[in-house]
């Protein structure tokens, strides 16, 4: 496993780490290596700060924005404390967590640092465990359909990433960007099979038809509110 000595970057361009050496092109958004900065020097720049969108619920991004960015979020649980997906900038003073669960392989950022920082639990659907450098490294263990911890429910859909799997936690949705923007120009996520991630976002539609209590969305770089975003999902679904 790598530890706090590996060598590391992040893509400025994107906020992809990658593991090992500095490659010529980033592996996630095709950005030069003089977009690449060490994972020192990334935590030096880039702050990770937070903001409640729900109760319980924490928005995590860096300041100043890391590239295209991913919102990662903090739930304070049943029994334990949880992050879905993670940021991409490692910064040691962030309160810990006890697992990071991840909606797919894309957006690890710096899980295999947090996780030797606090002996967190970090968990992925085994379908996309190996399907990235970054993944392999950072994942202690993985899940064969659907998931609970602490309270905090996932269900695979597939689709966009063959593990792609989505959280539910008392009233919010985190849905990553299977779909988005938000709005009447919502679509689904043009980055994988088409015929497999229309079919995922037909299970999802099929589980939200019995989720009855959401009020919050929670997608990859916002916060909705939940019937608004069901009107637009269900208009193309």
């Known amino acids: 496993m790598f530890g706090f000595g590996a060598k590391q970057h992040v893509c400025t361009a994107c906020g992809y780490n990658i593991i090992g050496s500095k490659p010529r092109l980033c592996p996630f958004c095709g950005a030069r290596s003089k977009r690449m900065v060490t994972s020192d020097a990334a935590a030096r720049r880039y702050k990770v700060v937070s903001r409640e969108v729900a109760p319980g619920v924490t928005q995590l991004r860096c300041a100043p924005r890391l590239g295209l960015e991913h919102a990662a979020y903090r739930i304070d649980a049943d029994g334990g404390s949880v992050w879905i997906d993670c940021p991409s900038s ?17 957006f690890v950022g710096a899980a295999n640092q947090y ?7 970090v968990w992925m659907h085994e379908l996309d465990r190996e399907r990235s450098t970054v993944s392999r490294n950072a994942v202690t263990a993985t899940f064969n359909g659907n998931i609970e911890k602490f309270g905090v429910r996932g269900f695979h859909i597939g689709g966009h990433s063959p593990g792609f799997t989505v959280y539910i936690w008392r009233d919010v949705l985190f849905v990553c960007d299977y779909v988005y923007p938000p709005g009447t120009a919502m679509k689904l996520n043009p980055h994988g099979p ?32 939940y019937r608004s975003w069901l009107s637009n999902f269900t208009s193309f679904v």
Do not use: M
Request: charged residues 25%.
């Open 90 to 106: 490692f910064n040691t003073n962030l309160p810990a967590v006890d697992a990071i669960l991840f909606t797919h392989k894309d």
């Open 194 to 225: 088409a015929r497999e991630t229309r079919q995922g976002a037909a299970r999802l539609a099929d589980l939200l038809a019995d989720e009855t209590s959401l009020q919050t969305v929670c997608g990859y770089n916002y916060v909705v509110d």
């Open 115 to 121: 996780r030797d920082l606090w002996n967190a639990e």
